[in-house]
């Protein structure tokens, strides 16, 4: 068995662990030092990388065991220093006492010996090292090394378990990534974690917190072990991918990704794209705020004169809404636009015109003379009022979003429905975003038009190596192996589990049910012991806590909307007689601890009121009980109000309604049958979104295979101007004779006005910095391209127009890119479709590309310094002028481009760095 062959090498390292109390701090360091070297050398050799770990597994193991002894019997650990403990001495909380030379009392760079310290603090928060790592722990990082998906009871310390695989592979110079939920739990452990991996020589960071396309964050990329939230990384990703310039890309290397919560990020959230959006105005969206705003009023009389499902059906649960044909009809009538809804829209200019609200003259323009654009203005159209239902009839606040105040401005921000925490940097897609802004009365930021998009699972292919632990991975493990080819390993609990899971309570309705649990909760405070109650929202959280304060009974709040305060709650959540009200806020990664007086009563009691989606998020809130072996109880309360009985079928819906009628009477219903109708009503629900994930990933997979294949076109582009060239040739092919012909003559024409002047310039004495901007022009805009100057005077030209066609290319690979995703993004797409979708793409990359490269002209004014020249011309000149026999221009002496005006009247316009 996998476990028994995993356990043996546990053996193995415990044995080896004996043998290295004799050495000293340094001694342990050095070894691992030399096991770098030792790991290096034998790649070098040509020994594989799985044999070079493998063999080196028991002594990583067992050196990190006897590290983390160390730290946790002894306040110091004394180490001569290194270069990174220098560095780190004034920076970090767990580097101290640093002793000096004698001979030398002032200056720190003669330091030759210091303490790390096994207490430091984590925020206001002293924390100190108390972990051994046990057997458990040991056989969990020999699962993650080996790519697998761990599961581990709550509890078990899964934030040591990830150490020794990260130690383990960083002797081959792999980069780990180690990705949780939130930044509240990368933060966390990146400050717990820290010391171990420093005393070893690793390099850490954390991204969070660094802002975008800085040098703290690139650097942060750049180290051993990076650790962060999975969005963070992802949308860093896509950052990237939009810049033109490789040098300051982020991200570099994708050697060995361990997720924190796996099954959330690989199950749940697998499929929610991550989007950056821009709002540029495209003729493909021409439908702007003004269309929720206008349409809202009418939306909201349907839906108030709605009865019996005239005007629309709904299913709450499933965020389902849709109008029947009678609504559809109102809808016409009211609008007076007989054409809405019409599967055939023909090509009524008269009626488009009279829609086209506030659009520009040239939007109309683009609108009415083309039918295809005609067609997805109706689409807009009909695409605004169905999600301004949806809006008003299945997405409610404090359940789906919150309303907050951000930056002085009110935001609707997204609830993550697994986690019950904010997504601060997600939009809803397809509009829904915008009508629930309009519907709440805020400023509605208008469709974004979307430049880059990826999913978590096609992010995650990137990495060579995928590793993952979690609580709940079991449950899921067909999934895991069928998208993912991931295997899951249980791993046993280090003490017997002896938490209380008590059975199902079911009750009548809602207001039962609550009265049950505050009763309940209230008996069990009684004794002594805390009691966190779990609930499916914010609103559920907040209205039950109103009832318990109506009783005059104090409780704690923790949901999305108070997660300032999640650190001081969470550690008051233990203590006795504390009743704590939760959302699945403190289902994942929360490490609640019952005081010693409360574990002598019994310990922490959960109490669930409702059963989630998914029975892992039930597993994760019970299993803040019970942790390590510790006392402690789990029951969940649900009634028939419960929306998960919506999954049931229509068959089982008379079931279940012939046993609750020979329950008449009874408040709480006892029946065993009635508890397995909601448990196969959320098995019906998990199987339903295992189905949907499905095809998610099937379009998911053929959107990735024509990203892939963008990007690749891209980043050669970028690895090698010259690739440039070949890939033009690729795209337009070589037989292309009449756009040769007329390509080649640009290039002599562009040349012949630049080089004249490149030579000039040449011949002054001024200093100047090697790379400038030639502006381009295509007629109707003003174009900005880089390039080295020197290299354009070494080569007579040619790097220059090599600069030109590399511009003209990423531009154009940019620009279909963001058509192409902007066109996949029509709801219950054929997958199928996506393939004749992205040659249309790239037929208008083709023919924008051949457009520029035959149309492109340096315009004279952006040369000359012209007085008619305007603004955006003059902002991106020519020659960007630093500095003239080594000092500054001012600002009143004549500008060296020869124009004859002022330096502040020409490129002095320019901000120099």
């Not at 044995?15 to 030399?34: F, T």
């Not at 220098?86 to 004698?102: A, G, M, S, T």
């Not at 017997?496 to 009548?508: G, K, M």
């Not at 809602?510 to 209230?522: C, P, S, T």
Request: aromatic share 8%.
């Amino acid at each position: 068995m996998e476990l028994d062959r995993i356990k043996s090498l546990v053996v193995e390292i415990n044995e080896q662990y004996q043998s290295l109390g004799s050495l000293s701090n340094d001694e342990l360091r050095v070894r691992y030092s030399q096991l770098r070297n030792e790991a290096l050398d034998k790649l070098q050799h040509g020994i594989s990388e799985k044999e070079i770990l493998d063999s080196a597994l028991i002594e990583v193991f067992s050196l990190l065991k006897e590290v983390t002894r160390r730290f946790s019997e002894n306040d110091e650990i004394k180490v001569e220093q290194t270069d990174l403990d220098v560095k780190l001495f004034e920076n970090v909380p767990f580097i101290k006492d640093c002793k000096k030379d004698p001979n030398d009392s002032t200056d720190r760079s003669y330091l030759w010996s210091l303490n790390y310290v096994s207490s430091w603090f984590i925020g206001n928060e002293m924390y100190k090292w108390n972990v051994v790592l046990y057997d458990e722990q040991l056989m969990g990082g020999i699962a993650l090394h080996e790519g697998k998906i761990i599961q581990m009871c709550t509890g078990e310390g899964k934030t040591f378990v990830s150490i020794a695989p990260v130690l383990l592979n960083a002797l081959l110079g792999k980069c780990c990534h180690i990705m949780t939920a939130n930044s509240y739990l990368s933060k966390r452990d990146y400050e717990i974690t820290r010391p171990i991996y420093s005393f070893f020589g690793l390099t850490v960071d954390c991204i969070e917190n660094k802002e975008r396309n800085s040098n703290a964050l690139r650097e942060a990329y750049k180290s051993d072990v990076v650790f962060g939230a999975t969005s963070n990384f992802i949308f860093d990703y896509l950052y990237d991918m939009m810049n033109n310039d490789l040098e300051t890309r982020m991200q570099g290397k994708y050697d060995f990704v361990i997720l924190d919560e796996a099954d959330s990020m690989l199950i749940d959230d697998a499929s929610t794209p991550h989007i950056i959006s821009s709002c540029i105005g495209q003729v493909n969206t021409l439908c702007t705020n003004k269309l929720f705003v206008d349409y809202l009023p009418f939306v909201k009389e349907l839906v108030e004169n709605n009865q019996d499902g005239q005007y629309y059906i709904i299913n709450k649960i499933k965020h389902f809404a849709s109008y029947t044909e009678t609504g559809k009809k109102w809808l016409r009538e009211k609008l007076a636009d007989p054409l809405l809804f019409e599967e055939n829209v023909g090509e009524n200019y008269e009626q488009v015109e009279k829609q086209c609200f506030d659009f520009s003259q040239e939007k109309k323009k683009a609108l009415l003379e083309s039918p295809k654009n005609q067609v997805k203005y109706r689409k807009q159209q009909e695409n605004v009022l169905d999600k301004l239902l949806h809006a008003l009839t299945v997405y409610f606040e404090d359940e789906d979003y919150v309303v907050a105040e951000r930056n002085n401005k009110k935001s609707v921000i997204i609830i993550d429905s697994n986690t019950g925490r904010l997504k601060e940097q997600s939009r809803w897609e397809y509009g829904l975003h915008e009508a629930i802004e309009a519907k709440e009365g805020i400023e509605v930021g208008g469709l974004g038009y979307q430049t880059a998009v990826i999913s978590i699972k096609n992010y995650l292919r990137k990495y060579s190596k995928i590793s993952g632990m979690t609580g709940t991975a079991v449950a899921c493990s067909k999934e895991l192996k069928e998208v993912y080819n991931l295997s899951v390993l249980k791993i046993p609990t280090h003490r017997p589990v002896v938490r209380e899971d008590l059975p199902l309570r079911v009750f009548r309705n809602q207001k039962l049910l609550d009265e049950a649990v505050i009763n309940k909760a209230i008996e069990i405070q009684k004794k002594g012991r805390s009691v966190l109650v779990c609930t499916a929202t914010i609103k559920r959280s907040t209205l039950l806590a109103d009832k318990f304060a109506k009783r005059d009974i104090e409780v704690q709040v923790l949901n999305g909307k108070t997660l300032a305060e999640e650190a001081s709650l969470v550690a008051n959540a233990g203590k006795s007689g504390f009743i704590t009200i939760s959302t699945s806020v403190a289902g994942r990664g929360t490490d609640i601890k019952p005081d010693e007086d409360v574990l002598a009563k019994g310990g922490l009691a959960v109490l669930g009121v409702e059963l989630a989606h998914s029975d892992r998020i039930d597993q994760q809130m019970a299993g803040r009980a019970g942790r390590q072996g510790n006392p402690g109880s789990s029951q969940f309360f649900v009634s028939l109000d419960d929306d998960i009985l919506a999954y049931l079928s229509e068959k089982e819906m008379k079931s279940l309604c012939k046993i609750v009628d020979n329950c008449l009477g009874e408040k709480e219903i006892t029946s065993k049958e009635i508890c397995d109708f909601f448990y196969l009503a959320q098995r019906n629900c998990v199987q339903e979104e295992m189905d949907s994930r499905k095809y998610s990933n099937l379009r998911d997979d053929s959107i990735d295979s024509f990203r892939n294949e963008i990007y690749g076109i891209k980043n050669r582009i970028l690895k090698d101007s010259k690739e440039a060239d070949a890939v033009l040739k690729e795209l337009c092919g070589e037989g292309n004779d009449s756009f040769w012909k007329e390509h080649y003559a640009h290039v002599e024409q562009i040349l012949s006005v630049a080089m004249p002047i490149i030579r000039k310039i040449q011949e002054n004495t001024y200093v100047m910095d090697s790379y400038q901007r030639l502006p381009l022009s295509d007629g109707n805009n003003v174009y900005s391209i880089p390039f080295s100057l020197n290299s354009a005077l070494e080569t007579d030209g040619s790097s220059l127009y090599a600069s030109i066609e590399k511009y003209v290319l990423l531009d154009a690979i940019n620009k279909s890119w963001m058509n192409y995703i902007n066109e996949i993004d029509i709801e219950n797409l054929i997958p199928g479709d996506l393939y004749a979708i992205f040659l249309d793409a790239k037929k208008c990359m083709l023919e924008d590309v051949e457009n520029k490269l035959t149309k492109l002209y340096i315009p004279v004014n952006a040369i000359n310094g012209d007085e008619e020249n305007n603004q955006k011309e003059t902002s991106n000149p020519l020659l960007k002028y630093i500095k003239v026999h080594s000092k500054k221009v001012e600002m009143l002496e004549p500008c060296p481009c020869g124009s004859g005006k002022a330096f502040w009247q020409c490129h002095g316009k320019i901000k120099l760095k």
